[in-house]
C-alpha cells in the first residue's frame, strides 16, 4: 500500500508538505501542488480519510441529502445530481447520500459524522432539518429550492419563469387550448412551475380549462394516463405542457397509442431538458434547467464554507432556457402571434 511518505519521497519534499499539497492549503505554490498531486496520481496513492479524521477531528464526508429518493425524484435529476457534487468533492470527501424521508430522527446529524451538508430541496417539509443543520452549526447549502431565508447560502433555478417563457412561445405560435400535466403537490418545484402556467395563460388571456388540468406526479406513467384522459374528451387540447420530462415521455407513449401525431395532432412541451429529451421521437421541446450547474456551484460554495472562508452573497439563481426541438409546433388553423416574452 502506498503512503504518504512514498508520495513525500518520490516527490523530493517532506511528508507534511505532501499533506498540504494534498489537501490544496493556500501556504503551497500551485506548481507544486501540481506536482505532487501528479506523482500521487502515478502511484495510485489513496488518502486514509480515517487517520486524518482522528488527527484533524474531521469525518472527510460530506452528506448530500435530497427531500426524497423515490417518492417524485426523477432518476436523472438523481443522477446528475450526485454526479455533479462528486466531481467536486471526490478526492477530498466522500460523499453519503440519503433521503430525508427514510430518516427516522435526525440524531446522527451532528459535527462528528458531516464536515458538511448539501441538501437538495424539494419540499417547504425540509425547513426543520434546514433548522436542526444550523443548530449543529454544520456548514450547509441547500440547493434547487429558494429560501425565504436569506441568511442560508442557497442555490436555485428560475423554474417558474422557465415555465413562463415555454407556454409564451406555445401560445405566440397559436395554441389556445393548452393542457397542463403538474407534478408531486408536496414539491415547491411543483407549485413554481404551476404558478408559471397560470401566469402565461393569463398574460395572454387564454382560458384555464379545469378537465386540462392534472397531476402526474412527475413520473411516466402518470404523464400517459393523464395525456390518455385529456385526449378522451370531445374538445382536446391542441398543446399540452408538462412539468418535467419524465411525464412527457409518458404522454408522447398515449399519443402514439391512439395514432396521434406528434405535433401534428398535438404538441408537447415539458421541462428539465434530461439527457434523453433529444433523443425521442420527435426530440422533445423542454426547457433547460441546469441541476449540473446548480450542484456542482452549491458543491464548490461548500467547499469555501468548510474551508472557513467568507460568502459574502447567500442566495444565487441559476436560469433556466427554453431548448426547441421538434415536438411543439403551431396548431391547424392556428395563428401565430409575437412572443410576449
Known amino acids: 500500500m502506498v503512503t504518504i511518505k512514498d508520495v513525500a519521497r518520490a516527490a523530493g519534499v517532506s511528508h507534511t508538505t505532501v499533506s498540504r499539497a494534498l489537501n490544496n492549503s493556500e501556504s503551497v505554490r500551485p506548481e507544486t501542488i501540481a506536482h505532487i498531486q501528479k506523482i500521487a496520481t502515478e502511484l495510485n496513492y489513496v488518502a486514509n480519510h480515517n487517520a486524518r479524521s482522528l488527527v484533524q477531528q474531521k469525518s472527510y464526508t460530506v452528506g448530500l441529502f435530497f427531500s426524497s429518493m423515490f417518492n417524485g425524484t426523477s432518476a436523472s435529476f438523481l443522477v446528475d445530481a450526485i454526479k455533479s457534487v462528486n466531481e467536486v468533492l471526490s478526492g477530498a470527501y466522500t460523499v453519503s447520500v440519503n433521503g430525508l424521508d427514510s430518516l427516522e430522527s435526525f440524531a446522527a446529524i451532528t459535527p462528528r459524522s458531516y464536515d458538511g451538508i448539501i441538501l437538495m430541496s424539494q419540499s417547504d417539509s425540509d425547513d426543520d432539518f434546514i433548522a436542526h443543520v444550523r443548530q449543529t452549526e454544520i456548514p450547509l447549502v441547500v440547493v434547487n429550492r429558494l ?19 415555454a407556454v409564451s412561445y406555445a401560445a405566440s405560435l397559436g395554441h389556445r387550448h393548452i393542457g397542463y400535466i403538474g407534478g408531486h403537490g408536496g414539491f415547491r418545484a411543483a407549485t413554481e412551475r404551476r404558478e408559471g402556467f397560470f401566469a402565461s395563460m393569463s398574460r395572454y388571456d387564454l382560458p384555464v380549462r379545469p378537465e386540462l388540468m ?36 409518458g404522454a408522447m407513449k398515449a399519443c402514439q397509442e391512439l395514432g396521434l401525431q406528434i405535433p401534428a395532432d398535438i404538441s408537447i412541451v415539458s421541462f428539465d431538458d434530461i439527457v434523453f429529451a433529444r433523443y425521442t421521437s420527435p426530440a422533445l421541446t423542454t426547457v433547460h434547467k441546469p441541476v449540473d450547474e446548480i450542484s456542482r456551484f452549491g458543491a464548490e460554495k461548500l467547499l469555501l464554507l468548510m474551508q472557513g472562508k467568507p460568502v459574502e452573497k447567500k442566495q444565487h439563481l441559476i436560469q433556466t432556457y427554453l431548448v426547441k426541438r421538434e415536438s411543439l409546433a403551431p396548431p391547424k388553423g392556428g395563428k401565430v402571434l409575437p412572443e410576449l416574452l
Open 147 to 165: 429560501l425565504d431565508d436569506e441568511r442560508i447560502l442557497n442555490v436555485a433555478a428560475t423554474d417558474r419563469l422557465g415555465v413562463e417563457e
Open 214 to 249: 392534472g397531476n402526474g406526479d412527475f413520473i411516466m406513467e402518470g404523464g400517459r394516463r393523464e395525456m390518455t384522459r385529456m385526449l378522451a374528451l370531445e374538445q382536446r387540447p391542441s398543446c399540452v405542457f408538462c412539468a418535467n420530462d419524465d411525464m412527457a415521455i
